[in-house]
């Protein structure tokens, strides 16, 4: 499989540069990375992201995150291996990546004070805008087909 173009934010350098302070900055914001990556793989999936679900689980993966976490994070509702923290932030990611089909709020008060009873100030920035930017590469890379296994420089 190939692209139908070269990836948007490697055809103008700024962008890549502007999205890796980025991703600089959600890192520094106190979030676990696993946590990160729990919610950067489950936003793929929901957008059917192949490049993006399979580098989350390569990265995943490196961070530490098991084996039985990755498998189960698309049904993580039910799987026991994750912590009420994470399911606050898989849960989040959900509604975020969904956001068009809530018939109310986008983002609910009940599940802002779980998520917030978990994160802090610094943390939910972080996360809100680690999923932010996951979305926005998961739309960047369906648009052009990116194939799974693509490495960016």
């Known amino acids: ?37 729990l919610v950067h ?11 993006c679900v399979d580098a989350g689980g390569k990265s ?25 923290a994470e399911r606050t932030a898989l849960e989040l990611a959900e509604t975020m990546t969904r956001l068009s089909d809530r018939s109310g709020e986008a983002v609910p008060d009940e599940l802002w004070d779980r998520v917030a009873d978990h994160y802090d100030e610094q943390q939910l920035a972080a996360l809100i805008l680690w999923i932010a930017t996951t979305n926005f590469f998961n739309r960047l890379n369906t648009a052009i087909k990116e194939p799974a296994g693509v490495t960016w420089g």
Request: a positive charge; hydrophobic letters at 40%; glycine letters at 6%.
């Open 60 to 84: 995943g993966r490196k961070a530490g995150v098991s084996e039985e976490k990755l498998w189960a994070v698309a049904a993580w509702r039910e799987a026991p291996y994750f912590s009420d």
């Open 1 to 37: 499989m190939k692209a139908r173009m070269t990836n948007p934010a490697m055809v103008l350098p700024d962008a890549m540069t502007a999205i890796q302070s980025l991703y600089k900055a959600t890192s520094k914001g106190g979030v676990p990375q696993e946590t990160l990556e």
């Open 41 to 51: 793989l489950r936003a793929s999936q929901i957008n059917g992201c192949s490049a």
